[in-house]
């Protein structure tokens, strides 16, 4: 998944996504650098996780 791609169609947005691990991401993109993803999100608090650019193999927009 190329950081430029992510850049320009989900940035700020809803998305879920998938590195072939149990679990799916889900959040808003908020930031995207040095090929590292950082998703917000507020499920109890509000908090980010950091995901590997390279580790994705799906990311989709949450409707």
């Not at 149990?22 to 507020?42: H, P």
């Not at 109890?44 to 650019?53: F, L, Q, S, V, W």
């Amino acid at each position: 998944m190329k950081q430029s791609f992510i850049e320009k169609y989900y940035m700020q947005k809803e998305v879920e996504i998938d590195i072939l691990g149990e679990d799916n991401y889900r959040g808003i993109v908020a930031e995207c650098n040095d090929g590292v993803l950082s998703l917000k999100w507020d499920i109890n608090k509000e908090g980010y996780t950091h995901i590997e650019i390279d580790a994705i193999k799906a990311i989709w927009l949450q409707l």
